[in-house]
Protein backbone atom coordinates (compact mmCIF):
# COMPACT_ATOMS: atom_id res chain seq x y z
CA UNK A 1 0.00 0.00 0.00
CA UNK A 2 1.38 3.11 -0.97
CA UNK A 3 2.29 5.54 1.46
CA UNK A 4 0.06 9.07 1.63
CA UNK A 5 1.76 11.97 1.09
CA UNK A 6 3.42 14.20 3.83
CA UNK A 7 1.59 17.49 1.67
CA UNK A 8 -0.62 17.29 -0.67
CA UNK A 9 -3.09 20.12 -2.38
CA UNK A 10 -5.45 19.86 -4.56
CA UNK A 11 -7.56 21.66 -6.73
CA UNK A 12 -6.46 24.76 -4.59
CA UNK A 13 -8.51 28.28 -5.16
CA UNK A 14 -7.49 31.25 -3.46
CA UNK A 15 -9.23 34.47 -3.82
CA UNK A 16 -8.94 37.82 -1.99
CA UNK A 17 -12.30 39.77 -2.88
CA UNK A 18 -11.99 39.93 -6.70
CA UNK A 19 -8.24 39.64 -6.77
CA UNK A 20 -7.49 35.27 -7.65
CA UNK A 21 -3.86 34.03 -6.31
CA UNK A 22 -4.15 30.79 -6.64
CA UNK A 23 -5.94 28.81 -9.25
CA UNK A 24 -6.68 24.95 -9.91
CA UNK A 25 -3.25 24.43 -7.90
CA UNK A 26 -1.85 20.80 -7.54
CA UNK A 27 1.14 19.57 -5.61
CA UNK A 28 2.42 16.78 -3.88
CA UNK A 29 5.29 16.43 -1.87
CA UNK A 30 6.36 13.04 -0.46
CA UNK A 31 8.08 12.17 3.08
CA UNK A 32 11.65 12.81 2.66
CA UNK A 33 11.65 15.12 0.04
CA UNK A 34 13.29 18.81 0.02
CA UNK A 35 11.50 20.99 -2.05
CA UNK A 36 12.21 24.53 -3.12
CA UNK A 37 9.33 26.31 -3.88
CA UNK A 38 9.69 29.25 -6.47
CA UNK A 39 7.96 31.82 -7.49
CA UNK A 40 7.82 35.49 -8.25
CA UNK A 41 6.91 38.29 -5.96
CA UNK A 42 3.37 38.50 -5.26
CA UNK A 43 2.33 35.05 -6.70
CA UNK A 44 1.25 33.41 -3.58
CA UNK A 45 4.20 31.30 -2.27
CA UNK A 46 3.84 32.76 1.51
CA UNK A 47 -0.02 32.33 1.14
CA UNK A 48 0.77 29.11 0.29
CA UNK A 49 2.76 28.02 3.39
CA UNK A 50 -0.52 29.43 5.56
CA UNK A 51 -3.06 27.21 4.12
CA UNK A 52 -0.37 24.14 4.92
CA UNK A 53 -0.44 25.64 8.28
CA UNK A 54 -3.74 25.68 8.68
CA UNK A 55 -3.68 29.40 9.15
CA UNK A 56 -5.84 30.38 6.13
CA UNK A 57 -8.44 28.08 4.38
CA UNK A 58 -8.15 27.94 0.91
CA UNK A 59 -11.45 29.73 -1.57
CA UNK A 60 -11.72 26.13 -2.77
CA UNK A 61 -9.68 22.67 -2.94
CA UNK A 62 -8.47 20.42 -0.94
CA UNK A 63 -5.19 20.52 1.05
CA UNK A 64 -4.05 17.28 3.10
CA UNK A 65 -0.97 16.74 5.45
CA UNK A 66 -0.14 13.36 6.04
CA UNK A 67 -3.44 12.22 4.18
CA UNK A 68 -5.64 13.98 7.02
CA UNK A 69 -7.74 17.02 5.92
CA UNK A 70 -7.17 20.50 7.24
CA UNK A 71 -11.02 20.73 6.58
CA UNK A 72 -11.47 17.74 9.35
CA UNK A 73 -14.06 19.13 11.77
CA UNK A 74 -12.40 16.82 14.62
CA UNK A 75 -10.35 19.47 16.39
CA UNK A 76 -8.16 16.46 18.27
CA UNK A 77 -7.02 15.35 14.70
CA UNK A 78 -6.03 19.18 14.10
CA UNK A 79 -3.98 19.61 17.06
CA UNK A 80 -2.38 16.27 16.37
CA UNK A 81 -1.38 16.93 13.01
CA UNK A 82 0.06 20.36 13.66
CA UNK A 83 2.22 19.38 16.27
CA UNK A 84 4.01 16.80 13.19
CA UNK A 85 5.11 19.68 11.55
CA UNK A 86 7.10 22.90 12.71
CA UNK A 87 7.57 26.52 10.68
CA UNK A 88 10.56 28.51 10.20
CA UNK A 89 9.24 32.12 9.54
CA UNK A 90 11.73 34.23 7.35
CA UNK A 91 12.43 36.97 10.50
CA UNK A 92 12.88 34.49 13.05
CA UNK A 93 9.41 35.67 14.49
CA UNK A 94 10.79 34.94 18.10
CA UNK A 95 8.70 36.78 20.91
CA UNK A 96 11.14 39.58 21.51
CA UNK A 97 9.86 39.58 25.42
CA UNK A 98 10.93 36.14 25.74
CA UNK A 99 14.47 34.82 26.59
CA UNK A 100 16.23 32.40 23.74
CA UNK A 101 15.33 29.71 26.53
CA UNK A 102 11.25 30.68 27.13
CA UNK A 103 10.99 31.03 23.08
CA UNK A 104 11.90 27.08 22.54
CA UNK A 105 10.22 26.01 25.71
CA UNK A 106 7.09 27.94 24.53
CA UNK A 107 5.32 25.17 22.27
CA UNK A 108 6.24 22.46 24.79
CA UNK A 109 4.68 24.40 27.66
CA UNK A 110 1.46 24.54 25.17
CA UNK A 111 1.14 21.01 25.72
CA UNK A 112 0.97 21.04 29.19
CA UNK A 113 1.63 17.79 29.94
CA UNK A 114 5.65 18.13 30.52
CA UNK A 115 7.23 19.18 34.04
CA UNK A 116 9.61 21.79 33.75
CA UNK A 117 12.62 19.44 34.48
CA UNK A 118 11.82 17.66 31.21
CA UNK A 119 11.22 21.21 29.43
CA UNK A 120 14.82 22.21 30.52
CA UNK A 121 15.92 19.13 29.16
CA UNK A 122 14.36 19.61 25.91
CA UNK A 123 15.60 23.22 25.54
CA UNK A 124 19.37 22.28 26.13
CA UNK A 125 18.55 19.56 23.98
CA UNK A 126 17.57 21.50 20.78
CA UNK A 127 20.32 24.40 21.48
CA UNK A 128 22.66 21.79 20.56
CA UNK A 129 20.85 20.62 17.70
CA UNK A 130 21.43 24.32 16.27
CA UNK A 131 24.86 24.40 17.57
CA UNK A 132 24.25 26.57 20.44
CA UNK A 133 25.45 26.82 24.07
CA UNK A 134 22.93 26.00 26.91
CA UNK A 135 24.40 29.78 28.47
CA UNK A 136 23.03 31.04 25.11
CA UNK A 137 19.31 30.31 26.57
CA UNK A 138 20.40 33.08 28.83
CA UNK A 139 20.05 35.56 26.20
CA UNK A 140 17.14 38.00 24.57
CA UNK A 141 16.23 38.04 20.82
CA UNK A 142 17.44 41.43 20.85
CA UNK A 143 20.99 40.29 22.18
CA UNK A 144 21.30 37.76 18.98
CA UNK A 145 23.10 38.03 15.94
CA UNK A 146 21.04 37.26 12.54
CA UNK A 147 22.66 33.58 12.67
CA UNK A 148 21.75 33.48 16.21
CA UNK A 149 18.17 34.38 15.37
CA UNK A 150 17.88 31.41 12.62
CA UNK A 151 19.26 28.80 14.74
CA UNK A 152 17.10 30.17 17.56
CA UNK A 153 13.82 30.11 15.30
CA UNK A 154 14.90 26.53 14.12
CA UNK A 155 15.33 24.98 17.42
CA UNK A 156 11.69 26.58 18.43
CA UNK A 157 10.57 25.08 15.16
CA UNK A 158 12.06 21.23 16.30
CA UNK A 159 10.75 21.44 19.44
CA UNK A 160 8.05 18.90 19.04
CA UNK A 161 10.08 16.68 16.98
CA UNK A 162 8.03 17.47 13.85
CA UNK A 163 7.83 15.24 10.45
CA UNK A 164 6.96 18.30 8.70
CA UNK A 165 9.46 21.83 8.33
CA UNK A 166 8.38 23.96 6.42
CA UNK A 167 11.15 27.19 6.13
CA UNK A 168 10.01 31.30 4.89
CA UNK A 169 13.64 31.92 3.36
CA UNK A 170 15.27 30.39 5.74
CA UNK A 171 19.02 32.07 4.57
CA UNK A 172 17.31 35.75 3.71
CA UNK A 173 19.39 38.81 5.53
CA UNK A 174 22.38 36.20 6.12
CA UNK A 175 26.00 36.89 4.78
CA UNK A 176 27.49 34.27 2.87
CA UNK A 177 29.30 32.34 5.32
CA UNK A 178 26.57 32.27 7.52
CA UNK A 179 23.75 31.21 4.85
CA UNK A 180 26.28 28.28 4.10
CA UNK A 181 26.56 27.51 7.66
CA UNK A 182 22.41 27.48 7.84
CA UNK A 183 22.28 25.72 4.83
CA UNK A 184 24.80 22.73 6.12
CA UNK A 185 22.90 22.74 9.72
CA UNK A 186 19.44 22.08 8.36
CA UNK A 187 20.65 19.20 5.39
CA UNK A 188 22.30 17.52 8.19
CA UNK A 189 19.33 17.69 10.70
CA UNK A 190 16.98 16.88 7.71
CA UNK A 191 19.17 13.73 7.52
CA UNK A 192 19.80 12.70 10.61
CA UNK A 193 15.89 13.67 11.78
CA UNK A 194 14.09 11.89 8.46
CA UNK A 195 12.34 15.35 8.06
CA UNK A 196 10.38 16.36 4.61
CA UNK A 197 11.07 19.86 4.28
CA UNK A 198 9.43 23.00 1.96
CA UNK A 199 11.80 26.05 1.51
CA UNK A 200 10.49 29.17 -0.07
CA UNK A 201 13.36 30.54 -1.42
CA UNK A 202 14.96 33.03 -3.90
CA UNK A 203 18.73 32.17 -3.01
CA UNK A 204 20.42 29.83 -5.53
CA UNK A 205 22.92 28.81 -3.36
CA UNK A 206 20.50 27.79 -0.50
CA UNK A 207 18.36 25.38 -3.63
CA UNK A 208 21.52 24.02 -4.78
CA UNK A 209 22.61 23.21 -1.29
CA UNK A 210 19.29 21.90 0.19
CA UNK A 211 16.47 20.75 -2.13
CA UNK A 212 16.28 17.45 -3.99
CA UNK A 213 13.29 19.25 -5.32
CA UNK A 214 11.80 22.25 -6.87
CA UNK A 215 7.83 23.13 -7.80
CA UNK A 216 7.79 26.39 -9.65
CA UNK A 217 4.44 28.91 -8.74
CA UNK A 218 3.31 30.98 -11.36
CA UNK A 219 0.30 31.60 -13.37
CA UNK A 220 -1.68 31.05 -10.59
CA UNK A 221 -0.70 27.30 -10.21
CA UNK A 222 2.37 24.86 -9.87
CA UNK A 223 3.75 24.84 -13.48
CA UNK A 224 6.36 22.33 -13.40
CA UNK A 225 7.83 19.98 -10.23
CA UNK A 226 10.57 17.47 -9.95
CA UNK A 227 14.20 17.12 -9.29
CA UNK A 228 16.23 20.32 -9.82
CA UNK A 229 17.81 19.25 -13.23
CA UNK A 230 14.30 18.31 -14.79
CA UNK A 231 13.15 21.81 -13.76
CA UNK A 232 15.79 23.67 -14.68
CA UNK A 233 15.20 22.55 -18.71
CA UNK A 234 11.41 23.72 -18.24
CA UNK A 235 10.68 26.42 -20.95
CA UNK A 236 9.03 29.02 -19.06
CA UNK A 237 9.51 32.78 -18.88
CA UNK A 238 10.11 32.50 -14.97
CA UNK A 239 11.99 29.13 -15.15
CA UNK A 240 14.57 30.74 -17.74
CA UNK A 241 14.83 34.43 -16.02
CA UNK A 242 15.72 32.80 -12.44
CA UNK A 243 18.48 29.95 -13.29
CA UNK A 244 19.63 31.99 -16.25
CA UNK A 245 23.48 31.22 -16.54
CA UNK A 246 23.46 30.09 -13.31
CA UNK A 247 21.98 26.86 -14.03
CA UNK A 248 25.65 24.79 -12.96
CA UNK A 249 25.47 25.83 -9.39
CA UNK A 250 22.59 23.10 -9.36
CA UNK A 251 24.00 20.13 -11.14
Do not use: Y
Amino acid sequence: MNESPVIELSGVCTRFGSQTIHCDLDLQVAAGQIVGLLGGSGSGKTTLLREMLGLLRPSAGRVRLFGVDLDDPDLLIQRTVRRRLGMLFQHGALFSALSVFDNIAFPLRELRCLDEDWIRRLVHLKLAMVELETAHGKLMPAELSGGMVKRVALARALALEPELLLLDEPTAGLDPDRSQNFVELVGSLQQALGLTVLMVTHDLNTLAGLATHVAVLAEQRIIAFGPKDQVMTVDHPFVTGFFGADRRKLL
